[in-house]
């Protein structure tokens, strides 16, 4: 039920701007370009979502990364895969899947303290997921190491309005022995970010063929070269 011919003349004008949209779009922006209050724009716009969810149609209108933006049904999901399914981006190695992990829960985070908790050299992961928009610089630590942090477009990606609705850790259940291991990885790099000595710290703002290996326990190679077992899906959800 519309409650009145305005909010429904509003209510097109914004389904048209959303369709024209690639991105989420704030509700500020779509109030600046319809030229209407941020809350009549915000009631409209719940009001289209509750439309399309009584009505089951092919899409839905979701928050996404601070905006809103159409989407399809999931219920189309296996559907879309079949009709569109050709050669796209390539998934997710295990090492890049980890690296964005220990971004995603960690960030700001320097590739430093990414080599220390995986144990091996975080170079090629971080750029890989640099050049796909995920991840991005976010500053300099204290000791000059590039700090990295996730995107919207990784927002967008997995669905998510921000960083605060990533899954509880604490509700993954590992098994005894890859719990002690990431618990051994995790407080070697806490106590290099915390209480190091001196000596032991340059390494994480140092770069360039003097610079000392970014970690020390880690790997001589990245382990990104040589993806093996499984590989983790990169691609957003319907």
């Known amino acids: ?30 109030a600046d370009a319809t030229g209407s209050d941020e809350d009549e724009v915000v009631t409209a716009l719940e009001a289209l979502a509750a439309h399309y969810e009584e009505d089951s149609r092919g899409l839905v209108l979701r928050q996404l990364a601070g905006g ?6 999931p219920a189309a999901e296996d559907a879309a895969r079949r009709l569109l399914a050709k050669p796209r981006t ?5 090492a890049q899947a980890e690296t964005l992990a220990v971004v995603a829960y960690l960030q700001p985070v320097s590739r430093p303290e990414i080599a220390r908790i995986r144990g091996v050299n975080a170079e090629s992961a971080a ?10 610089e976010a500053g300099r630590s204290q000791f000059g190491a590039v700090l990295y942090r996730t995107t ?17 850790v604490t509700a ?23 209480g190091a000595p001196a000596a032991a710290r340059p390494a994480e703002g140092r770069e360039g063929p003097t610079a000392a290996p ?6 001589a190679e990245d382990d990104d070269a ?13």
Request: charged content about 25%; glycine content about 4%.
């Open 1 to 30: 039920m519309r409650l009145d011919t305005d909010t429904a003349e509003l209510e097109r004008i914004l389904e048209a701007l959303l369709f024209l949209s690639n991105d989420p779009v704030a509700p500020a922006a779509l």
């Open 68 to 73: 809103w933006v159409l989407a399809t049904s």
């Open 90 to 94: 390539p998934p997710l190695t295990p």
């Open 127 to 136: 750029a890989t997921l640099i050049e796909r928009g995920v991840i991005e």
């Open 152 to 168: 919207d477009l990784f927002l967008r990606l997995f669905g998510l309005q921000s960083v605060e609705e990533l899954p509880d």
């Open 172 to 194: 993954w259940d590992p098994s005894p022995e890859v719990a002690a291991n990431i618990r051994d990885r995790l407080l070697r790099a806490g106590e290099a970010r915390l």
């Open 214 to 219: 970014e970690a020390p326990d880690a790997a």
């Open 226 to 238: 040589e993806p093996s077992g499984a590989v983790i899906p990169f691609a957003p959800a319907s």
